[in-house]
T-cell receptor, first 112, second 116 residues
């Protein structure tokens, strides 16, 4: 089982600026990693997932994440932030025994 | 398809009262999960089930019980509610891992529970 750490509980960007949300994992085996988004008063929705293969994963709404084994990272990026991207984002990884383990979340604010 | 639904959406309890939260999914998923979400804590797994009639403890199981009598339903019970159980509860479901590959979980809209 691995652990997942999200760096920064709050991130604030201007509309049109780059979005970078950081996630690091600890695992001695190739991990399965996910990014979820939670809009206010809603459940979580899958943005993208990494299983095997290509290390650059494209998701919905223009988000992508790159799996870097050497850095044990799976950071989420979007080239240009939109007001509608304001939400909380969760990184998750396999937690062993058919479970996922979630990071504590990063709340993204987009300023006009 | 409705996906994952949760009943009720909101509930206020007094300390010591009991209640059951219902989760239903129409995607024929084998696995189902109950999480609680508290500010700054992310999602913490309470209990989960890998199939009809089976349940297992997660990270924070104390004070909760679950049952999975039907594949599509997963019930979470609080026998004697405490203020520390004030939280937002999410249910999720997924297909079983295929050849070790984890599948994504699909989440319900949540139940906001306040215990006074």
């Amino acid at each position: 089982a691995q652990s997942v750490t999200q760096l920064g509980s709050h991130v604030s960007v201007s509309e049109g600026a780059l979005v970078l949300l950081r996630c690091n994992y600890s695992s001695s085996v190739p991990p399965y990693l996910f990014w979820y988004v939670q809009y206010p008063n809603q459940g979580l929705q899958l943005l993208l997932k990494y299983t095997t293969g290509a290390t650059l994963v494209k998701g919905i709404n223009g988000f992508e994440a790159e799996f870097k084994k050497s850095e044990t990272s799976f950071h989420l990026t979007k080239p240009s932030a939109h007001m509608s991207d304001a939400a909380e984002y969760f990184c998750a990884g396999e937690g062993g025994s058919e479970k996922l383990v979630f990071g504590k979340g990063t709340k993204l604010t987009v300023n006009p | 398809n409705a996906g994952v639904t949760q009943t009720p959406k909101f509930r206020v309890l007094k300390t010591g009262q009991s209640m059951t939260l219902l989760c239903a999914q129409d995607m024929n998923h084998e696995y189902m999960y109950w999480y609680r979400q508290d500010p700054g804590m992310g999602l913490r797994l309470i209990h989960y089930s890998v199939g009809e009639g089976t349940t297992a403890k997660g990270e924070v199981p104390d004070g909760y019980n679950v049952s999975r009598l039907k594949k599509q339903n997963f019930l979470l019970g609080l026998e004697s509610a405490a203020p520390s159980q004030t939280s937002v509860y999410f249910c999720a479901s997924s297909y079983s891992p295929l050849r070790g590959v984890y599948n994504e979980q699909f989440f319900g809209p949540g139940t906001r529970l306040t215990v006074l």
